[in-house]
């Protein structure tokens, strides 16, 4: 299992397939399971059936690595685009954004600008997340984090789970008082720096989440939301937030389009607060490949597919 997660993620990065794979009908059927199309449209249609059950959502424009200044502001552009017609719908979608689709490549500083653009953009009561990237971006990621959240509190970080770094990379946020969306790693990194193993993985999460629910409850984490679809790992973390003190909304699972429904109405039923991460645009096969390599599983329903051409 661990060679074949490595190997899509190998994949995840090959041009050749990021360029010619996505024009293979079965690969597009695929997808569709995890994204509902590649327009804001379809993106905006979800969101309306998602609330229609009680289920937030957040929005992510797909792409990353941007090397143009043009395209980069164009990207901004477009996410204040999207925060207006969010606004304009009435839904309470949030929005979740890469910085190197935001020219963090170019410049942190011309980074930062756009992020601040399309933070003011958006309401106070909301957050706009930051996703986090392979390792190599985590430092700068952090540093544009944590110049940004000084002068917005509504913005939000991603941490990895499967780094070792990361128990130390929220004791040092804290203090600033973050909302932190945990997830538990979707690149390929050496075991120099990431635990290879899956339950040492999900044991750090499960740590994690404690201090996240922790601080939380002493209001040192303004929103601790858990990134995950292991539903062991959520169970086993809503029993503890219960434990703590935390009511049902205050305990926040985000989960992607399309995996795990059963458990996402569940958990909404239950008065939980879910949040689903919807993706949409024409960048998607890098996302789709390393979505596979979190579940191989999946990839017996993209079998499926091609044997239904």
Not at 256 to 266: A, D, K, P, T, V
Not at 278 to 297: C, D, I, K, N, T
Request: glycine share 6%.
């Amino acid at each position: 299992m661990a060679l074949l997660r490595s190997a899509l993620l190998v994949a995840s990065q090959n041009r050749w397939l990021r360029e010619h794979a996505v024009n293979y009908p079965f690969v597009r059927r695929s997808v569709s399971r995890f994204m509902p199309g590649e327009s804001l449209e379809a993106a905006l249609d979800a969101a309306y059936a998602l609330a229609e059950k009680k289920i937030g959502s957040v929005f992510t424009h797909l792409g990353e690595n941007v090397t143009e200044r043009a395209e980069a502001e164009r990207i901004t552009q477009h996410y204040v685009e999207v925060l207006r017609r969010i606004h304009a719908s009435g839904l309470g979608t949030e929005v979740s954004v890469k910085l190197t689709q935001l020219g963090l490549d170019l410049s942190p500083e011309f980074c930062m600008e756009n992020l601040e653009t399309i933070i003011q953009k958006e309401k106070k009561e909301a957050v706009v997340w930051v996703d986090m990237e392979a390792s190599s971006y985590v430092d700068v990621t952090l540093e544009v984090y944590r110049n940004t959240l000084q002068k917005y509190p509504n913005v939000g970080i991603c941490l990895q789970a499967y780094l070792y770094r990361t128990k130390k990379d929220l004791e040092q946020l804290l203090p600033l008082r973050p909302s932190v969306r945990l997830v538990k790693g979707a690149y390929k990194e050496p075991a120099e720096i990431a635990y290879p193993k899956k339950l040492d993985v999900d044991e750090n999460y499960f740590a994690l989440g404690q201090a996240m629910m922790a601080a939380q409850k002493e209001g040192h984490c303004v929103r601790a939301a858990f990134g995950t679809h292991d539903v062991k790992l959520i169970r086993r973390l809503a029993e503890h937030a219960s434990i703590a003190g935390l009511a049902k909304k205050e305990f926040e699972v985000q989960m992607l389009y399309g995996i795990q429904r059963e458990e996402q109405e569940r958990l909404a039923g239950e008065g939980y607060r879910l949040g689903v991460l919807v993706a949409y645009g024409s960048y998607w096969f890098p996302w789709f490949v390393r979505r596979l390599a979190e579940r191989p599983a999946n990839l017996w329903f993209m079998a499926r597919n091609l044997l239904a051409s």
